[in-house]
């Protein structure tokens, strides 16, 4: 009965030797799978930023490519011309802010209308 006893034992140990050696391995290996599906997460919640940044940066350089008009340099000298009683009446009735909201909503309205699924 003393060397049954002594085998299991002996077997035992084997087998608790051979788990201490295993586990850690299979410990390592399920972790560099979290590493991984969490690396795959930051990246499916980072790409649509990483595209939207691309778009944005795409569309400013587009606009600061387009050359200024001749036109923009002669309107201040235009405005000069005008007398004072008549800049004192268009500051009261904020003629510039409400020209320059005019005029945005003209530029926002063709730019709207040139993105094909929107205009």
């Known amino acids: 009965m003393e060397g049954i006893i002594a085998w299991i034992k002996g077997v035992y140990e084997k087998l608790s030797n051979i788990a201490d050696e295993v586990l850690p391995s299979i410990n390592d290996m399920f972790e560099w799978f979290q590493d991984a599906f969490d690396w795959f997460v930051d990246f499916l919640m980072d790409f649509p930023k990483w595209v939207f940044n691309e778009v944005c940066q795409g569309i400013v350089e587009f606009f600061e490519a387009l050359p200024v008009p001749s036109f923009f340099a002669s309107a201040s000298n235009a405005f000069s ?3 004072p009683s008549v800049v004192f009446f268009a500051d009261a009735f904020q003629i510039g802010p409400g020209i320059t909201m005019v005029l945005l909503a003209f530029l ?3 730019i709207i209308r040139r993105i094909p699924i929107i205009g």
């Open 81 to 83: 011309g005008i007398p």
């Open 108 to 110: 926002f309205r063709f």
